[in-house]
């Protein structure tokens, strides 16, 4: 069966037609890493800077036939040296990204969160999911799955702005954001219904700025087939990381289900092993 990834094509054109993105790359030494990082070259996406044990990239490269003539090369002695050295390039200015290799996440996360030498801005580091689901006609983010465990409100506030933030960056001509929840109406009884509803109303008094947030929501209400033509939902804000992971497979999961449904529509979908794009914002 032929697999369509029109919503993933059409970011990758819009992204061919800027300049390269300077990008450090921690620690790319296995093969799928290191020519991810080869292969974005190849299509004018970054220009990356490989941060690692020079020997073992050189290796890898050779072994798996991979050609890394003319890439820079930081040399460091293992996988936390490699990730605090790509974060160094990215505040001194030599690097725009950050690209992870084969080291852990932990490493990788624990070189940007540092207080004195890390990444850190005014607001709250938080990650994104960007998902191409064929049978939704959004582009859809998804926020946050991956870093924090159990956000306050206002570690809400940074993650829904983040988010918007981002989704006007991928030229999203109107961001429509779900605040999820187990329902649609607000319950004393349920914390996260309260925090949707003045999350919603922050927004209307400009504390929360460039989208359009409803909530609370629940999922199938947020990007059911019914409500697609009406919301046009393109922003999924989750409640907790470990409920937030259970959704991305119930997203996952929706596709088939909408296909088995709507025979019509192509089972393809960049998702089609749930391995979505990820940021961090």
Partial sequence: MERKHEKYERLLDFCKTLPPTPTAV????????????????KLGLITPILVGPRARIETVARDSKIDITGLSIVDAAY???????????????????????SL??????????????????ARRLSHC????????????????????????????????????????A???QEVRVAILSAMETVNPKVPSTIEAGALCKMADRGQITGGILDGPLALD???????????????????????????????????VAMIMLRP????SSWLSRCTPFQLLT
């Avoid at 990788?108 to 801005?121: F, H, I, N, P, S």
């Avoid at 046009?232 to 497979?249: E, T």
């Avoid at 019509?264 to 089972?267: D, E, L, M």
């Fill in 26 to 41: 921690a620690h790319p030494c296995d093969e799928s890493s290191l020519r991810g990082a080869v292969d974005a070259a």
């Fill in 79 to 101: 996988s936390q040296d490699s990730a605090e050295k790509a974060v160094a390039l990215v505040r001194e200015g030599k690097a725009e990204a950050l690209m992870k290799g």
């Fill in 104 to 121: 852990h996440t932990d490493e990788l996360m624990g070189a940007v969160v540092k207080r004195d030498t890390g990444l850190r801005t």
């Fill in 129 to 168: 999911f960007i998902m191409d689901v064929p049978t939704y006609a959004e582009t859809l983010i998804v926020s946050d799955c991956a870093i924090n465990i159990a956000p306050t409100m206002e570690d809400k506030v940074d993650i829904i702005q983040n988010a918007i933030d981002l989704a006007h």
């Fill in 170 to 172: 991928l030229r999203f």
């Fill in 221 to 255: 209400n947020a990007i059911s087939m019914e409500s697609v033509a009406i919301k046009k939902i393109n922003l999924l804000i989750m409640i907790l990381l470990n409920s937030s992971l259970v959704r991305i497979f119930q997203i996952d999961r929706l596709r």
């Fill in 264 to 267: 019509r529509h192509s089972a």
